[in-house]
């Protein structure tokens, strides 16, 4: 059965950091793409950022770009979500996936297994 757990999300002011972390288990880590989304209040899900299976390509949503930066340990089963410079609009339930393969990164059907998802409170 394959499992993927989000943990380090909470309550921090603006302009602090987190780092939120997902492992999985039941699932060959290595072969597949692992992708950040998040989801607060208005319905859709929003691409965060991702990275590739080696972990030689990242990919981040231009509202993160400069401020996020994801990372991966393939031997741990962990890929990793650095927050910095904290905003309001950046509260959310923030979510991981893995995605085999190559695929089209920013799209959520894209995705074969979801973490339940961590929840991030950021105060003005």
């Known amino acids: 059965q394959v499992k993927l757990v989000e943990a380090g999300g909470g309550l921090v002011q603006a302009g602090g950091s987190l780092r939120l972390s997902c492992a999985g288990s039941?699932?060959?880590?290595?072969?597949?793409?692992m992708g950040w989304f998040r989801q607060a209040p208005v319905p859709a899900r929003e691409f965060v950022g991702a990275?590739?299976?080696?972990?030689?390509?990242?990919y981040y949503a231009d509202s993160v770009k400069g401020r996020f930066t994801i990372s991966r340990d393939n031997a741990k089963n962990t890929v990793y979500l650095q927050m910095n410079s904290l905003k309001p609009e950046d509260t959310a339930v923030y979510y991981c996936?893995?995605?085999?393969?190559?695929?089209?990164?920013?799209?959520?059907?894209?995705?074969?297994?979801w973490g339940q998802g961590t929840q991030v409170t950021v105060s003005s």
């Open positions: 039941g699932l060959t880590f290595s072969n597949y793409a």
């Open positions: 996936a893995a995605a085999v393969g190559s695929p089209r990164v920013a799209v959520p059907d894209e995705y074969d297994y």
């Open positions: 990275i590739s299976w080696s972990g030689s390509s990242t």
